[in-house]
T-cell receptor, first 112, second 114 residues
Framework: GNSVTQMEGPVTLSEEAFLTINCTYTATGYPSLFWYVQYPGEGLQLLLK?????DKGSNKGFEATYRKETTSFHLEKGSVQVSDSAVYFCALRRGGADGLTFGKGTHLIIQP | EPEVTQTPSHQVTQMGQEVILRCVPI?????FYWYRQILGQKVEFLVS????????KSEIFDDQFSVERPDGSNFTLKIRSTKLEDSAMYFC????????????FGPGTRLTVT
C-alpha cells in the first residue's frame, strides 16, 4: 500500500540555519506529493506541491524536488526563522484516488 | 480569506455515546473530507464525499461512522457508539473542482472518549 515516512522530530535549529526535513514514500504509479504545515492551534495548510518527477515545488523560501529514482521529496530552506516553528507533514495523493496519505509529521523548533 | 471551520474545538464523551462533529467547508467547494490523527500518530484519511455520496473511504471508516451534508453549508461526521480508541483529533477538509487537488483543512476537533 501507500505510505510516507518522515524523519522523527523534534528538530531544533538556530535562526538562519539550513533546514532539511527528509521524506520518502512508497506508492504505486505516479503520486502527487505535498508538504503541509500546521501552526499551533490551526489547521493544516498546503506549503508546496509537485505532481510529477523532477518537479520542484516552492513557497515562502521552502523547496522540495520530486525524486522518483529515490522516491523522496525532502523539504529544504536556506535560512529558517523563528516564525517557521511548526509541524510539517509530507503527504501523497495516489493517482485515481482522492484521500491523502500523510507521514507522522515533524515538529520544527527554531530558536532565536 | 475563506476558511474551513469546525465545531466544537474539543468534545468529551463517554464510551458508547454517539457524537457528531461538525464542519463548514469553504462555500464554493464541492469535495469534502474527514481525517483523523490519534495522538503521536499519522494523520489518516477516513472518507471523501462528493455529490451527496461517499466517493472513497478507508478501512477505518466502518459501520460506526457516517457522514452527511444536511444542508448547503454543513458537513458532519457521526460516530454511533464511541470507543476509547476513537479519541483523536478529527480534521475536516474541502476542495474545489479545479485540477490542483488542493485540500483546505479546518483547525480540527479534539475528541476525547472516557
Amino acid at each position: 500500500g501507500n505510505s510516507v515516512t518522515q524523519m522523527e522530530g523534534p528538530v531544533t535549529l538556530s535562526e538562519e540555519a539550513f533546514l532539511t526535513i527528509n521524506c520518502t514514500y512508497t506508492a504505486t504509479g505516479y503520486p502527487s506529493l505535498f508538504w503541509y504545515v500546521q501552526y499551533p492551534g490551526e489547521g493544516l495548510q498546503l506549503l508546496l506541491k509537485a505532481t510529477k518527477a523532477d518537479d520542484k515545488g516552492s513557497n515562502k523560501g521552502f523547496e522540495a524536488t520530486y525524486r522518483k529514482e529515490t522516491t523522496s521529496f525532502h523539504l529544504e530552506k536556506g535560512s529558517v526563522q523563528v516564525s517557521d516553528s511548526a509541524v510539517y507533514f509530507c503527504a501523497l495523493r495516489r493517482g485515481g484516488a482522492d484521500g491523502l496519505t500523510f507521514g507522522k509529521g515533524t515538529h520544527l523548533i527554531i530558536q532565536p | 480569506e475563506p476558511e474551513v471551520t469546525q465545531t466544537p474545538s474539543h468534545q468529551v464523551t463517554q464510551m458508547g455515546q454517539e457524537v457528531i462533529l461538525r464542519c463548514v467547508p469553504i462555500s464554493n467547494h464541492l469535495y469534502f473530507y474527514w481525517y483523523r490523527q490519534i495522538l503521536g500518530q499519522k494523520v489518516e484519511f477516513l472518507v471523501s464525499f462528493y455529490n451527496n455520496e461517499i466517493s472513497e473511504k478507508s478501512e477505518i471508516f466502518d459501520d460506526q461512522f457516517s457522514v452527511e451534508r444536511p444542508d448547503g453549508s454543513n458537513f458532519t461526521l457521526k460516530i454511533r457508539s464511541t470507543k476509547l480508541e476513537d479519541s483523536a483529533m478529527y480534521f475536516c477538509a474541502s476542495r474545489d473542482t479545479g485540477g490542483t487537488y488542493e485540500q483546505y483543512f479546518g483547525p480540527g476537533t479534539r475528541l476525547t472518549v472516557t
